[in-house]
């Protein structure tokens, strides 16, 4: 026994995440994101590394998928021999289906996977379907990564922008810090109706690295529930099969 609690949502994200490995071609400099549905991605390209004999390398967003992936023996590259980035995979927290805007930062690895998806030309985004919300903060809070130095004069402007704000904790207390040393005010601001205009005032806050919200930047977002594999394209076409 692990104690851990099985994800029942675990084989929608692994149908996902093996969708969207496949479009990892020869050559590619590839962007691994974080979480439970990214973890099914790297744990896939690996396989076809191994089976199919398919080369890569590829930038990981958290210290985790870093791990992850040297296990994998996926080789590894820099932002120095590659800026740009031909495809980055990662998963989302919520999906607003019509623009493909997105929270993440569940998982603490935000900043990395914003810089990352950033350098990608293609940002597919997987997740199982129950990530879907009409309005981007509708399921969880919206996280803000802020420098520690001073982190309580960011907290109460966020939550003058509305917010019910909470330094993110470990069980024990301490606060929670993310790979590049900072701290997470998680931020429930309720259903966002402009999220640009919100994005705006939080990057405004001095003390403030990056937030949550995926603005723009997916390309596509591959999802699967009971009625099986679902594509979204920013064109505006879907995909059901
Ligand atoms: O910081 C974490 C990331 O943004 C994750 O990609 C996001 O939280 C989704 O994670 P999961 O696939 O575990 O639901």
Not at 151 to 158: G, I, K, Q, T, V
């Amino acid at each position: 026994m692990t104690g851990q609690t099985p994800d029942p949502a675990a084989q929608f994200k692994q149908q996902a995440a093996e969708y969207a490995a496949a479009f990892v071609k020869d050559g590619m400099a590839v962007g691994l994101g974080t979480g439970s549905t990214a973890k099914f991605v790297v744990a896939e390209l690996g396989r076809r590394m191994r089976e199919e004999g398919l080369r890569f390398c590829a930038i990981p967003t958290s210290d985790a998928t870093e791990a992850q992936a040297r296990e994998e023996g996926i080789p590894l590259t820099t932002f120095a021999q590659h800026p740009y980035l031909d495809l980055a995979i990662d998963g989302a927290d919520e999906i607003e289906p019509v623009t493909l805007n997105l929270v993440k930062g569940r998982g603490g690895a935000l900043l990395r996977e914003k810089i990352v998806a950033a350098a990608a030309k293609q940002f597919v985004v997987v997740a199982d379907a129950s990530k879907y919300v009409d309005h981007l903060g509708m399921l969880c809070p919206v996280p803000v990564e802020v420098v520690p130095f001073g982190w309580e004069s960011a907290a109460a402007r966020l939550a003058a922008l509305g917010a019910q704000v909470a330094p993110r904790k470990h069980a024990n207390g301490s606060f929670y810090l993310t790979d590049e040393k900072n701290l997470i005010m998680d931020c429930i601001f309720g259903p966002i109706t402009d999220p640009d205009a919100l994005s705006r005032s939080i990057y405004a806050i001095v003390g403030v690295i990056e937030h949550g919200l995926f603005l723009h930047m997916a390309t596509q977002t591959i999802t699967a529930g009971p009625e099986g594999i679902k594509v979204l394209d920013v064109s505006g076409s879907s995909t059901q099969g």
